[in-house]
């Protein structure tokens, strides 16, 4: 992958302006600091790398991106009147394109709410959404985007608390990067531009893993909340039933498997 590779692959959409890094920090904060620039970054800007060394994820978590085998990018999305009423669809916007694109590949991806997408019960890739506001009116957010697409992406076991795997562990075969970001963000585009219709959530809740099975997530507390998944709510949180068939709703949180079900 370099820039040209990239910009040939990426020319039928309509980037904001791209940046392309061999080795960066972290896309993100690559992202962010260009957003903050005078001018700033159009909506739709992106930045690229073929090698994260300070890669992030939630709550001052790593995220590794390895030279010459995975995807790290970010994309700036302006604040609009699309945007705005839709904040907290977000996460879903970027799961949902990575899952569109993994099933056009043949695969059965699936996503465990609210960042993750599995592929045969391992992670393929995580999301990272980040804001900017001026005062309380939202500026622009960041969707920073990894996914391991060549076998030697996937990092060692004891570093993970979730099994991992890669596009070319599943498909067998290691696919071109550049085609499958295109892939990608041509989704987002087309989704991004329907992010508030009914036709949206029913989309990606019909990706969600672990519907209809007895799930529990940690919401800030060590007590579970644990429940049968139903499916989501029109701002994207998690609906659970409850034992009492009482429904709960998850706002935060990661959701998984509960192991005693
Ligand atoms: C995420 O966080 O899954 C969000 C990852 C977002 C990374 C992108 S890369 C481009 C952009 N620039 C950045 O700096 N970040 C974004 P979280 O749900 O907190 O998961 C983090 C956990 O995933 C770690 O604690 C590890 O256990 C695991 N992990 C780290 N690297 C991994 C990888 N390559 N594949 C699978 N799991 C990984």
Redesign the pocket.
Known sequence: MNENSLKKALSKLKLGGLRYFDSI?????E?LAWAATEGGAADLSLVV?DE?T??????N?????PKGS?L???LILRSSETLRPNLSRTVGLAALSIAESCSKNGLTPSIKWP??ILINGK??????VETVWSGDELDLLVI???I?VFKS???PVD????P??SLEDELGTPPNREEVLSSILEALIHWRARMGTDEFIKAWENQLAFRGQQVQTFAGTDVPVVGELLGLEPDGSLRLLDKHRKSIVVRFG?VSLRPDA
């Open positions: 920090g972290s896309t993100n904060d992202a790398a994260q300070q890669g992030r994820g939630r709550l978590r790593k995220w590794f991106t995975a790290a990018f970010s960042n993750d992670k393929l890739a995580g999301i990272l920073g985007v990894g391991n992406s996937v990092p570093l993970l608390q979730f991992a795997t990661d």
